[in-house]
């Protein structure tokens, strides 16, 4: 049951335009969302997040949009460049209230190929 | 401050052989955890922690187990080796900041069963 879904599991755009990556999810319980980004033998690293009180989150070229009644979220990356080719994944968890109490329910990944 | 620290980065087992997956972290966190990534099916929860002593099955613990003696350490066993478990693993322990909450994730252990 993934209770996190990416349906999309590579997306390719040129560089300078926008990249969109979608993700959804079934769990109405759910009330925190994570976009992380991973590189080749890295670990995932924290992107960018948004709660369910809001609609939208902005940091710099990185923008997550929530909407709770599709169960939707989509990260956009305003210019996409070259450096942001890498799999991203899309996180959810409930009960954020209770700190560090949180598993995270990970997406299956969506790899971002930047065009120069 | 080196986060979460894991070793060994690559490894190949033979199958029915055991080792152990080394995670370490400097930050204090109280929350660690241990997933898997398989290709094209993201990271699955194996084991997680909520501090010393205490440890908890995730979504995919069969095949694993771990301990947790002290905060900064917390390793994952593999007893019996078997091809299915050929994957990356990834440590994490879990923070929480004024603006967002989240994981810090180790670089990872690539293994393979043989």
């Known amino acids: 049951d993934q209770q996190v879904k990416q349906n999309s599991p590579s997306l390719s755009v040129q560089e300078g335009r926008i990249s969109i990556l979608n993700c959804d999810y079934t769990n109405s319980m759910f009330d925190y969302f994570l976009w992380y980004k991973k590189y080749p033998a890295e670990g995932p690293t924290f992107l960018i997040s948004?709660?369910?009180?809001?609609d939208k989150n902005e940091d710099g070229r990185f923008t997550v949009f929530l909407n709770k009644s599709a169960k939707h979220l989509s990260l956009h990356i305003v210019p996409s460049q070259p450096g942001d080719s890498a799999v991203y994944f899309c996180?959810?968890?409930?009960?954020?209230?209770?700190?560090?109490?949180?598993?995270?329910?990970f997406g299956t990944g969506t790899r971002l190929t930047i065009i120069p | 401050n080196a986060g979460v620290t894991q070793t060994p980065k690559f490894r190949i087992l033979k199958i029915g052989q055991s080792m152990t997956l080394q995670c370490t972290q400097d930050m204090n966190h109280n929350y660690m955890y241990w997933y898997r990534q398989d290709p094209g099916m993201g990271l699955k929860l194996i084991y997680y922690s909520v501090g010393a002593g205490i440890t908890d099955k995730g979504e995919v613990p069969n095949g694993y187990n771990v301990s947790r003696s002290t905060t900064e350490d917390f390793p994952l066993r593999l007893e019996l080796a078997a091809p299915s478990q050929t994957s990356v693993y990834f440590c994490a322990s879990s923070y929480s900041t004024s603006s967002h909450y989240g994981y810090t994730f180790g670089s990872g252990t690539r293994l393979t069963v043989v």
């Open positions: 948004i709660s369910s009180i809001k």
């Open positions: 996180a959810a968890t409930s009960d954020i209230s209770n700190f560090g109490n949180e598993k995270l329910t």
